[in-house]
């Protein structure tokens, strides 16, 4: 009995805005810096624009770094959303584990559901609803509902 998924963030509108952003200081670098033209009517100093740029580089690095990782064998349920969790759940610790149709729980990423408790997802709307031993529950995104409702069912059997 095993489980492995890697989600990444694969929202084309996603990048599209990402990369969007990161080309409007690069313009206002090329504009500013290299032709001496001023960028705009108030425009940022040259330092400043090329700090933005490189908050922006560093935010569009992140979402591509970002992956959700899920692992489940016979004794745990592992799973890593760097920079934000990094957990292994013995089966012992678990109530309760069913696959279910979350929706959306206003966006992705790392959200807080009263109904699903703290949601881990890079896209679509299913999950593991896990509930822990004293009520804790959490939610971790799946794009292979088919493989892991499988696995789930097994563990039922046990």
Same mark, same amino acid.
């Given at each position: 009995?095993?489980?492995?998924?890697?989600?990444?963030?694969?929202? *084309?509108? &996603?990048? @599209?805005?990402?990369?969007?952003?990161?080309?409007?200081?690069? /313009?206002?670098? $090329?504009?500013?810096?290299? #032709?001496?033209?001023?960028?705009?009517?108030?425009?940022?100093?040259?330092?400043?624009?090329?700090?933005?740029?490189?908050?922006?580089?560093?935010?569009?690095?992140?979402? *591509?770094? &970002?992956? @959700?990782?899920?692992?489940?064998?016979?004794?745990?349920?592992? /799973?890593?959303? $760097?920079?934000?969790?990094? #957990?292994?759940?013995?089966?012992?610790?678990?109530?309760?584990?069913?696959?279910?149709?979350?929706?959306?729980?206003?966006?992705?990423?790392?959200?807080?559901?009263?109904?699903?408790?703290?949601?881990?997802?890079?896209?679509?709307?299913?999950?593991?609803?896990?509930?822990?031993?004293?009520?804790?529950?959490?939610?971790?995104?799946?794009?292979?509902?088919?493989?892991?409702?499988?696995?789930?069912?097994?563990?039922?059997?046990?």
């Amino acid at each position: 009995m095993s489980f492995e998924e890697e989600q990444r963030f694969n929202q *084309w509108w &996603l990048w @599209l805005i990402l990369i969007g952003l990161n080309l409007i200081p690069a /313009f206002g670098i $090329y504009q500013q810096v290299f #032709k001496g033209q001023a960028f705009g009517n108030h425009p940022l100093s040259d330092t400043g624009l090329i700090v933005l740029q490189a908050f922006l580089l560093l935010f569009l690095w992140t979402f *591509w770094r &970002l992956r @959700l990782k899920t692992a489940i064998n016979e004794e745990f349920i592992t /799973f890593t959303f $760097y920079p934000f969790a990094n #957990k292994t759940i013995p089966w012992t610790e678990v109530r309760s584990a069913t696959l279910i149709n979350y929706g959306f729980v206003g966006g992705w990423g790392v959200r807080l559901s009263s109904k699903y408790g703290t949601v881990y997802n890079t896209s679509g709307q299913m999950g593991l609803l896990l509930e822990l031993d004293g009520g804790k529950k959490i939610c971790i995104g799946t794009q292979k509902p088919e493989e892991l409702g499988r696995l789930i069912e097994k563990r039922k059997e046990f």
